[in-house]
């Protein structure tokens, strides 16, 4: 079973750029999940959708994320415009359905924000 | 604010040892306590998981001891592998919604 693929893995930007990042989560998995994991602390829930409805998004700074989820499946997370503090790594996770005891995750997105 | 509470920040242990994560918690909704193993470069993996109605699980070398009175539960490693080496968080949930994690632990196991 293919696992929760993200891209890119790297990313450098300036402060003020904006940038995207892209999920395909595990095939047949209905709720996806952005986490936001800021070096030396714990995977920090940004938001999370229910096929392609947002379950959860409280803890996302909408000023400058946003996050969609085309047809039930993929997802994007974009921030425009980057602040330095959002320098961290992003996951993507995908449970199986609504809640997800089990969260599998990708391998992230490193961001760098100069 | 920080949900769960995790110590130590890392901590060394020798092959064939134990190893001791500890987690605090203050919301007592919390009902489903998961830890995850983090490879550096890697997305955490879930490696173990309890609920509240039991104190002890465990599967193979890792098990979790739960302490619902004190609002606590710990992950020990037991006889500590050099490829245990990675990162531990570990989390809780009101039934599996909005998973709150720890600062994580650092485990290196020396061989």
């Known amino acids: 079973e293919a696992g929760v693929a993200q891209s890119p893995r790297y990313k450098i930007i300036e402060k003020r750029q904006s940038v995207a990042f892209w999920c395909n989560p595990i095939s047949g998995h209905a709720t996806l999940y952005w986490y936001q994991q800021i070096l030396g602390q714990g995977p920090k829930l940004l938001i999370q959708f229910q096929n392609n409805g947002v379950v959860d998004d409280s803890q996302l700074p909408k000023d400058r994320f946003s996050a969609e989820r085309l047809k039930g499946v993929d997802s994007t997370l974009k921030i425009q415009p980057a602040k330095l503090e959002d320098s961290a790594v992003y996951l993507c996770?995908?449970?199986?359905?609504?809640?997800?005891?089990?969260?599998?995750f990708g391998p992230g997105t490193r961001l760098t924000v100069t | 604010q920080q949900q769960v509470k995790q110590s130590p920040q890392s901590l060394i242990v020798q092959k064939g040892g134990i190893s001791i994560i500890n987690c605090a918690y203050e919301n007592t909704a919390f009902d489903y306590f998961p830890w995850y193993q983090q490879f550096p470069g890697k997305g955490p993996a879930l490696l173990i998981a309890i609920r509240p109605d039991v104190s002890e699980k465990k599967e193979g070398r890792f098990t979790i001891s739960f302490n619902k009175s004190a609002k606590q539960f710990s992950l020990h490693i037991m006889d500590s592998q050099p490829g245990d080496s990675a990162t531990y968080f570990c989390a809780a949930s009101i039934g599996g919604y909005k998973l709150s994690f720890g600062a994580g632990t650092t485990v290196t196991v020396r061989a």
């Open positions: 996770a995908s449970s199986l359905d609504f809640p997800g005891y089990e969260q599998y």
